[in-house]
């Protein structure tokens, strides 16, 4: 894709490899040198601090510093309250400049308050939207469907986008297609639709009934986008795995949970969890392929594979994924605004091999077809399909368009496509790499957790309830700061003083009020929220028939027990500031206040109303 040479690049020193920069009038100029020892004499002093028993991790292949565990926050202890220190500890810097001058010239609209929503949407760059306005402005622009052009200059960009996304996650053009879709949601349904059109065949003649349906298992901690494909399955059967465990068994032989011999089949897993941003589910991907029962009509049927990686590519590098293509997933959705914070854009990366399945759906939108026949009978040529049959079903380029041509209905969001480039190029220039966004929110995501433990009423009740597993919880969290296990978010609930709930939607209006944007409730994560919550069937039977549901207006507390929890979740121009700002918050609002103490355990007069403000108190609270 042609780029503007009078672009000025706004972020200091280009990516990693690059010794020169262009200048406003679009010459060259030489970057000046870089000096490591910063980054040595950096990790020798966090070598130094760091708690009993952590200790830095291996450098990874792209910088010198990824995996390193964070130095916890120092407290001190005052009249029996804990409170953070103001003398912050030190924590690495892998990006080229210091974050807080990133935030200065890129983000001065986070001004507004502490952010604490990335997992919702990160934050967009000045300059993505300056670059991107740029050549709106100076460029003509047109359908890509045309041949004038304006078209082809539309056309030849997403192109170059498309190739320009896959390096970007680590997946090879050659092994790897992009398909751009609305939103990481669309990407599933699109896998879903595939699937149902597939299994609908049966062996007999079509009567446009699904007569077998397709298997379909998910994880617990499924974001509800997958938990939804299960609606399509048309009576194939299937399983939610209660846990890493039943996965496993599953894997090696040990459970049975799919339906029989010769049944299509698909597995679906979070890389991260939306909830508690626990990483899992490296290397499944790979053991299913490999696995001959799976594939042979074993118990896992012809199984493909499903990763939802909305959550995980925010903030990690996707190149562990991708680059060994006979154990990468068949189908990998993601969200660009998760990641870039503009455009609004998701997507879905097919292994090419895999692509097929994906080619025999039914419907058909403008722009995916070669040609049709309205009249004198109903058929049609598939451009998706038709490359499929040229390269014996792989899926490989060639033949009568890509497998992309054959999925993507209607005219494209090229605008959004084009800013998608300029995201990627300022996402670079600013942080280098995801191994260096890595590096930082997992030591700002430790920083965060250690505080909050340590934040105690005078009575030494604990002020925050975190969840994360229960090894983790008695060895003090030491997934945080290591980015294999856990990502930059938090799903915590507040106590009181003796020990009840805060309401979860009362805590998240507090912290509106004080400029600290924070998400509370379900956080469309159904199986691992009430997982987490220690909830029974029947509890959960009791908060439907109370007339709970998610959303600001639901029930929070029901016989003093939650239904859902407050997440706080950091990104890659998150800065320690915003952290202390968020402890401070906790601190002030409820240790510090005078009426934390609460007389009832029941909450009568505190702040945790089981209902919003607006509405009566149920009768069972």
Known sequence: MARSNILVRLSGRKREGSSNTSSPKGGVKQAPPQDPSWRRRSLASLSRRLSPGLRLAPPSPTTTDSDVAHTPVDVLTTNNTTTTTTEEPELPTPYSKPVE????????????????????????????????????LTNLYGNPHSANQPAKLSGNTIDAVRLQTLRFLGADPAHYDLVFTANATAAIKLVADAFRDLASFGDGEDDGENERGFWYGYHRDAHTSLVG???????????????????????????????????????????????????????????????AAGRRGGPGGDTYSLLDAAALAMTGPMRHVFEDVAAAPDFVCVSFYKIFGFPDLGGLVVRKESGHILALRK????????????IGGAWHLSKGLENARSEGGGGHGGGGGTLHEGLEDGTLPFHSILALGEAIDVHAELYGSMDNVSVHTSALARRMYLGM??????????LCKIYEDEDEDE???????????QGATIAFNVFRADGGYESYAAVERQANDKGVYVRSGGICCPGGLFTALQYEPWQLRRARSAGHHCGSDGISLINELPTGVVRASLGAMSTAQDVDRFLAF????????????????????????????????????
Request: proline residues 3%.
């Open 453 to 462: 433990r340590r934040l105690r009423y005078a009575n030494g009740q604990p």
């Open 101 to 136: 001058l990133i935030r200065q010239e890129e983000y001065p609209h986070m001004n507004q308050g502490t952010y604490l929503d990335h997992s919702g949407a990160t934050i967009y760059a000045h300059a993505t939207l300056a670059r991107t306005t740029t050549l709106l």
């Open 475 to 485: 060895n003090g969290g030491v997934a945080y700061g290591d980015p294999r296990r």
């Open 586 to 621: 906790l601190e002030e609002t409820f240790i510090s206040r005078r009426d934390s103490a609460y007389a009832s355990s029941n909450g009568a007069g505190s702040t945790s109303s089981a209902k919003p403000e607006h509405r009566k108190r149920n009768s069972i609270e």
């Open 363 to 374: 419907y058909f939108g403008g722009g995916t077809v070669s040609m049709v026949s309205a």
């Open 229 to 291: 494909v299960r609606e399509l399955t048309g009576g194939g059967g299937g399983c939610c795995f209660d846990g890493d465990a039943e996965v496993e068994g599953w894997l090696d032989g040990r459970l049975e949970a799919a339906a029989g011999k010769g049944r299509l089949g698909l597995f679906a897993w979070p890389g991260q969890s939306n909830l508690t941003g626990r990483r899992l589910g490296a290397g499944w991907a790979g053991r299913l392929r490999a696995n």
